[in-house]
């Protein structure tokens, strides 16, 4: 267990309005609780009964939340934004609440948890130490050590103020009397601990609320500026209006938990699983699309990542028995990976180095000249190496029975019930191992070198996927089909481009008998783009429209993102 759990997420501090526990605006039970505690200035959170007129705003182009609504029937205004540099977040409060005591602002310290979700808990003894280094008149700094983590959190604000701590996780900021607006700036930085070399403090980070708002908006109209978008104003189609805002809010979406300097969190950062490991198979899912709508550079810091986890993904294939690396499934920043019974057995994250720098190499050539060539000189260098060692351990997984290149046993399809001690080519995971070896001796052409012809050999060598009744099955030797989860040998052909292991009138034909078949309530998000880039590829697009639309009991879409069943 402590393998899987560590190291784990840590969520780092929240923001948030309070009210003193013997104000009218908590609950009697609230009141009650506090009483028992015995402690001094608790605060509470507001009674929801309370709330009214609620209204929040995200202005996608600047990054900036504003939130309105009558707390005790006054009203309050909050606006809150995130600096393009560091982890600062800055917000403004108004409301004649502050004023008169009847609000507070609290930083509140979560507890880690090494399970799979949430992120925070919130016993009732904090774990570690909780230092207040400095609290002065308009500025406080707090020290959270946990085991070999420590982070300090400075805060600084715009108006007459008091800080302290009111227990041994709870920091509160008091407004002093007739003070009706408050702006403050939360700086987190790590002192040490796993993850800290990922951290990328800023030259001269801002230290009030408009230089945060400022620091915002100039990220955000940067990122919007350098990409691209669909805009479908023109179309008589009803189902245009949902598909562009989903086109648009995914950018942002992906942006906000994404592009940083090691592969993304599985879920994202507001529903934080799997202990907040990143799983390298989903890597493709959250950062292709930075390639793929012109912004090749976002998708290229991750690269970094796999250069630190080299020595460990080649001494994981050299103890096994191959050459080259091989890459891990779940894994935090020191890239060991989580044991189980099915991460050691996947594969499909294997090739996905190789398919993000092909994204890459295509996206800088459709810049000018010269800038193009900038690009794909930078990225040869990058790259060069990890594709290298990337493609000589698939080279040398397969199992060579007379003159075909299996693919285990034992091997795990990436959908993940099938038994890894007796499974044997995956459909989809034949075609994947093609088009990566495929791209690797593009990228050896590229530095002027020659294909190399062992690669060849297992391309050739790779027997093209069993079939049953017409369609495609999705392992070897077994012509049951298990119709949960993710209907994953439809990304033989979407996913991927056309290959020569993929008959095209076969995978369509495949495509409708999923759609026949499939039991929906046990699909996740991603399986509808699965099927919906399947039947684009097919030429099938009012098709594809459907199913990318298309909603299900594990999945459904809100006015602001795409929740997952654990979420809700």
Known sequence: MWLGANPHRLDLGRLG??????????????????????QGRTVVEPAAEALTDLNAHLDL????????????????????????????????????????????????????????????????????????????????????????????????WDAPATAALTDARTLVL???????????????????????????????????????????????????????????????????????????????????????????????????????????????????????????????????????????ARATAAAQGYRGARWPKEVGPDAREAPGDIGPFLIWQQPHLLYLAELCWNAYGTRPEAQAASGRARLLGAVAELLDETAEFMASFPDAIGDLAHLGPPVMPTQEFYDAATTRAPTFELAYWWFGLEIAQRFRHRRGLERDPSWDAVQAALPAPEQVAGRYTAVAGSPEVRTDDHPSFLQALGFLPPTPLIDTA???????????????????????????MAAARLDRPGDAVDLLLRQGRRTVTTPSATTPAWAR
């Open 174 to 312: 008091t407004p002093a009397p007739g003070t009706a607006a408050l702006g403050v700036v939360v700086a987190f930085e790590p002192v040490s601990g796993p993850g800290k070399e990922l951290y990328a403090a800023p030259a001269a980070p801002p230290t009030d609320v408009d230089a945060v708002l400022a620091s915002s908006a100039a990220f955000w109209q940067e990122y919007w500026n350098s990409g691209t978008a669909v805009e479908l104003a023109g179309s008589t189609d009803s189902r245009a209006t949902e598909l562009e805002r989903r086109i648009v809010l995914s950018q942002y979406l992906l942006r906000a938990s994404g592009g940083g300097a090691a592969p993304p969190q599985e879920s994202g950062l507001v529903t934080n699983t799997w202990r907040g490991k990143f799983h390298l198979e989903m890597h493709w899912w959250h950062a292709a699309q930075f390639a793929a709508w012109g912004r090749p550079e976002l998708l290229e810091r991750s690269f970094g990542w796999y250069r630190s986890a080299l020595p460990t």
């Open 506 to 532: 076969v995978m369509s034909a495949t495509l409708d008998w999923v759609r026949e078949h499939w039991q929906w309530d046990s699909a996740w998000g991603w399986d509808y783009p699965v099927m919906a």
């Open 17 to 38: 309005l309070a009210v003193p526990a013997a104000s009218g605006g908590a609950s009697t039970a609230q009141r009650s609780e506090a009483s028992a505690a015995g």
């Open 61 to 156: 182009w600047r990054g900036h939340l504003t939130s309105r609504f009558h707390y005790l029937d006054t009203p309050v205004q909050v606006t809150t934004g995130v600096a393009g540099q560091g982890a600062i977040v800055g917000t403004r409060v108004a409301s004649p609440l502050l004023a008169d005591g009847a609000l507070v602002l609290r930083l509140a310290l979560p507890d880690p948890n090494p399970g799979f979700c949430p992120a925070a808990l919130w016993g009732e003894e904090a774990q570690g130490e909780v230092i207040l280094r400095e609290a002065g008149r308009r500025r406080a700094v707090v020290e959270r050590r946990l085991d070999a983590t420590t982070y300090r959190v400075t805060l600084r």
